[in-house]
């Protein structure tokens, strides 16, 4: 009996001591109170904040997006190539087309069967613009287009040449004897012009690489710019089995090569 009333006694006392104690240190007894509640609160709205985000993710995600049709990067008028004390091959058009305005647009091609590969880029590039009012886009699809604004990685499924002032350009193997004419794109109106377009036959792709160098201001000993359109390596072995192969340089602009 007196074993349990000392127990108690020593209970009460402890319990006495903790509560003197928690009054004389009072912040620290509420802070001990409320940070439980406070992390639970935290963690509540650091959730919310998620779900909603995702949320918003979700809703901008593009199941069917428009068509476009894929656009090549344009060098502009006085940075196309021509002939220079740095690229003096045959078949390069005259420094002095800049004065006219009417310098084409060069395209290198290198492969492992020569009369395959220039076939390949006479059927790339077609003579006219031929468009049908009906179907635009499958039109345009058959054309080799292109703009003088380059790639932008923040666009995904849109080309932002198509929401911009300058013309889009297609790419033709004669002469041009349409300047211009206007293309309505999924509700955007945008002018067509047209540019002709160059292929050049290179022995091998280190050449192509080397030419494609040369074009930056930082390749040649003139400090000119002198872009070509793009490179491709047609691999004809693999055609003749039913397969089809190529090996692309595109310029995406600024002086950017992407292979």
């Not at 007196?2 to 009054?23: A, D, M, P, W």
């Not at 040449?161 to 041009?176: D, E, G, V």
Request: proline share 4%; glycine share 6%.
């Amino acid at each position: 009996m007196n074993s349990s009333r000392n127990f108690c006694t020593q209970v009460n006392g402890f319990l006495r001591k903790n509560l003197i104690e928690q009054k004389r240190d009072t912040c620290k007894t509420i802070w001990l109170f409320f940070f439980p509640m406070f992390l639970l609160l935290a963690m509540s709205l650091v959730q919310t904040f998620i779900s909603h985000e995702l949320n918003q993710g979700y809703s901008h995600i593009l199941l069917h997006p428009k068509k476009w049709p894929a656009l090549l990067y344009i060098p502009a008028m006085p940075d196309r190539a021509v002939e220079t004390k740095s690229s003096r091959f045959v078949g390069l058009a005259p420094e002095s087309c800049m004065n006219t305005g009417l310098c084409p647009v060069t395209l290198l091609l290198t492969g492992d069967n020569k009369s395959f590969g220039l076939s390949f880029a006479q059927k790339m590039f077609p003579s006219t613009i031929s468009l049908n009012s009906s179907q635009v886009l499958h039109s345009l699809a058959n054309m080799v287009l292109g703009s003088e604004k380059g790639y932008n990685h923040n666009f995904d499924f849109l080309d932002p040449a198509y929401f911009s002032n300058i013309p889009l350009y297609s790419i033709q193997l004669h002469q041009c004897s349409t300047n211009s004419t206007f293309v309505s794109l999924n509700g955007v109106q945008r002018e067509l012009r047209c540019v002709r377009g160059l292929y050049l036959w290179m022995n091998s792709s280190s050449e192509v690489n080397d030419e494609l160098f040369k074009g930056y201001h930082q390749g040649n000993l003139e400090g000119k710019i002198n872009e070509f359109v793009a490179g491709i390596q047609c691999q004809y072995s693999i055609f003749e089995r039913g397969e089809y192969k190529l090996a692309t340089w595109l310029l995406e602009g600024n002086a950017q090569l992407k292979q």
